[in-house]
Every structure is written in structure tokens, then in C-alpha cells.
């Protein structure tokens, strides 16, 4: 069971307490008016000797009081008449204030203690917390006020890029929308080209594998062709014809022979490899040339405005070949 301060009615540690020799009771040495430096300057026989201020008070004082003399009994005068004393002034005698020090051995009470406690640690707390945040905390507040410096000078500045932005925004806009007008329009050119382009080699014709010789007459090959095919061709309707390059030198087959007749949309039979000169989006729109197995399931094939048409037989019905899909259809 702890032991408690009979002043304060508190549990009592070791090393500050006092204990009365005669009651055996338990004191703090501050509750008898004892300060720390004090207390530790009490030697060991004193504290065992000590004695608390109750059992002091119904101590006996010390010494032999039996030979005190005893009051002589004084006889008082009769009072003389008040008109004897009329002119002597009478004051009261001083009343003797009462001591209001504290004993060493008086009791504090424990809202005083606490009281006086609180009043302690807040001055210590107070001035150590003083020392030691007073600086970080100034540090912190330049630093907020650069801040908040900085970030009024970046508001001004966005408010004075703010119309030019509005501003450049709109020129792009604009920008965007003529982009995609010219857009439209180079891919309208582009189509009226290629048509304009194919409508230029609709008269040209290309045929391929016909042997070379140093001393040959190319119109004459291509008349011979013409009638060998049952689709006679006459000098005055070719104007141009000559071999063209080869696009690979190596290339063991003989040179192309270009016509350039002065009229198209001649029927010929294709028993052997015939081409028309197509524009590039055309070419690439049946998959390349046309020496493809058209050939092998159309009897007659023939191009006219850059538009490839063919039909299987003498009986069947011409089909207007558009693209690829087309050719895989009719395989």
C-alpha cells in the first residue's frame, strides 16, 4: 500500500519525505516549509529526530517553571475627578499586528503547491521554447513572405500573358481552319491531277516482250502486231513509238515498245503481254500493272480514260474492273 502525505493526502516517494519520530507519520519536506537545497543539507540524525508541528504543539516546553515569583497584587488608585484631565490628551495603545510569515514547519496547501508549480514550469518552458523556436519560427516567415512575394510577381506576369495568349490561341484556330481548307484542296488537286495525268496516257499503249534487233523498224513491229491480232493499226494512227529504257539494266528481257496512237479505245485481244501507260494512283489502284491473272481467265482486255474493263469471252458482258477487290472476286 503507498505511503501518503498527511499534509497533502498524496503518495509519498522515497527520498522526499520526512518521517516524525513520535507520531510515525509521513510529511513531504516541502509540505513542512522545506525547499530541495534545504532538504539535502539535513543530516541523517536530524530527520530521525525530527518531530512534525502537531506532535511539536502538544510537546511540553522544557525547563522547571516552579520558582517563578509570583505577581505582586497592584492596588489601584481611585480615579481622580475627568475635570483633572481635561487638557491631557489619551491615545489608545497600538495593537500588535500578527505575524503573517510563514513557519518553516506550516503547511501549504495543495492547490498552492500546484499553483505555484504551474507558475514555475510555464516561466521555464515559456523562455526555453522562446529561445528555440523564436529563431526557426522568423525563418519560416521570411521564407513565407518570399514566397508569397514570388507568387504575386508569377500572377502578375500571367495576367499580362493572359491577353496575348487569348490572342494567339485565336490565331491558331485560324490557322487550324485554313490548314484544313488547304488540306481539302490539295487532295482535290491531287485527284484532278492524277485524272488530268491519266487522261494525257490514255492514247499510250506499252508492249512488252517483243524481241530487239539492231536494224529494226519499231512501226512496222507494231503494224505487224496489229494485224496478227486482227486489229489492224495504220501509220497515221500512231504518233509516237519508240523502245524505252529498262528500269533494271540487268534485266536479260527485251525493251518496251511505247505507242503513242493518235486515237484510243481500240479493242485488241490480249495474247500477249499488251499495256497501257497508267498514272501512278491507277497503277496502284489494280495492284500494279495489269499482268495479273486477268490474263488467264479474260480473253479480252482493254483500257480507255485510264478505266480497265475486260470481258471473258465473245459472249459475256464486260466488267469494269475498279480496284482490287474486283480482281479477287474473279478468282
Not at 516541502?30 to 534545504?38: L, P, T
Not at 499503249?205 to 519499231?218: A, D, G, K, R, T
Request: proline share 5%.
Amino acid at each position: 500500500m503507498a505511503t501518503l502525505c498527511v499534509a497533502c493526502l498524496s503518495e509519498v516517494k522515497n527520498k522526499c519525505e520526512l518521517k516524525c519520530s513520535r507520531c510515525k507519520e509521513y510529511y513531504h519536506f516541502q509540505c513542512v516549509g522545506y525547499v530541495a537545497e534545504s532538504y539535502k543539507r539535513l543530516d541523517i540524525d536530524f530527520k530521525k529526530k525530527w518531530i512534525c508541528t502537531s506532535c511539536n504543539c502538544k510537546q511540553r516546553k522544557p525547563g522547571n517553571n516552579s520558582e517563578t515569583p509570583a505577581r505582586n497584587n497592584v492596588h489601584l488608585s481611585p480615579l481622580p475627578n475627568q475635570s483633572d484631565y481635561d487638557n491631557i490628551t489619551l491615545r489608545a495603545k497600538p495593537k500588535e499586528t500578527p505575524n503573517t510569515s510563514p513557519s518553516p514547519h506550516s503547511h501549504i496547501s495543495e492547490e498552492t503547491l500546484r499553483s505555484i508549480i504551474r507558475q514555475e514550469v510555464v516561466h521555464i518552458l515559456g523562455e526555453s521554447l522562446k529561445k528555440h523556436v523564436d529563431g526557426p519560427i522568423r525563418e519560416l516567415k521570411n521564407e513565407i513572405r518570399s514566397i508569397h512575394d514570388f507568387m504575386s510577381f508569377i500572377n502578375e506576369k500571367f495576367e499580362e500573358l493572359k491577353p496575348n495568349c487569348a490572342e494567339q490561341f485565336s490565331v491558331v484556330q485560324k490557322i487550324t481552319q485554313e490548314n484544313t481548307t488547304l488540306h481539302i484542296t490539295i487532295q482535290t488537286m491531287s485527284e484532278r491531277l492524277s485524272r488530268l495525268d491519266q487522261l494525257s496516257r490514255a492514247s499510250n499503249l506499252e508492249i512488252q516482250c517483243v524481241p530487239e534487233s539492231n536494224s529494226e523498224n519499231v512501226i512496222k513491229l507494231v503494224q505487224q502486231l496489229g494485224r496478227t491480232v486482227k486489229c489492224p493499226i495504220k501509220e497515221q494512227d500512231i504518233f509516237y513509238c519508240s523502245r524505252i529504257a529498262k528500269m533494271i539494266p540487268n534485266n536479260t528481257q527485251p525493251r518496251s515498245i511505247l505507242v503513242k496512237l493518235a486515237a484510243h479505245g481500240c479493242v485488241i485481244p490480249y495474247s500477249f503481254p499488251l499495256y497501257q501507260s497508267l498514272s501512278q494512283s491507277c497503277d496502284q489502284g489494280i495492284g500494279g500493272k495489269t499482268s495479273c491473272p486477268i490474263y488467264d481467265i479474260c480473253k479480252f482486255v482493254w483500257i480507255r480514260g485510264g478505266k480497265i474493263s475486260m470481258r471473258k469471252d465473245d459472249s459475256a458482258n464486260y466488267t469494269f474492273v475498279k480496284n482490287t477487290d474486283t480482281l479477287s472476286r474473279l478468282t
